[in-house]
Nanobody, 123 residues
Framework: QVQLVESGGGLVQAGDSLRLSCAASGRTLISYHMGWFRQAPGQERKFVAV????????TYSDSVKGRFTISRDNAKNTMYLQMNSLKPEDTAVYYC????????????????WGQGTQVTVSS
């Protein structure tokens, strides 16, 4: 099975940018549709973005559309989330996830998860 490790989180100011990475090991990333989810304190884990195995299809939540870009480099076994124009409400732990099943926006559809990386946006 695949192991996923996120990196790139940190503390930034509103309007700044960050790029998160999700490195995969154990299996080649191309076998998985990949997604980003986030969880703020006291809230459930929420969908952010998903990308198909080939990278040809992407879907975003309304809250990040136009500001975030999901991408993947299957040759490097790595997925990315470029986050621009960050807002305080983007503060959360960000998780990458993978599924060998169908393309989905639902967290319950993803079998493999990283440990998460904290993103904090100050106003």
């Amino acid at each position: 099975q695949v192991q996923l490790v996120e990196s790139g989180g940190g503390l930034v100011q509103a309007g700044d940018s960050l790029r998160l990475s999700c490195a995969a090991s154990g299996r080649t990333l191309i076998s998985y549709h990949m997604g980003w989810f986030r969880q703020a304190p006291g809230q459930e884990r929420k969908f952010v973005a998903v990308i198909s195995r080939s990278g040809g299809s992407t879907t975003y939540s309304d809250s990040v559309k136009g500001r975030f870009t999901i991408s993947r480099d299957n040759a490097k076994n790595t997925m990315y989330l470029q986050m621009n124009s960050l807002k305080p409400e983007d503060t959360a732990v960000y998780y990458c996830a993978g599924t060998r099943g169908a393309y989905s926006l639902a967290a319950r559809s993803f079998e493999y998860w990283g440990q998460g990386t904290q993103v904090t946006v100050s106003s």
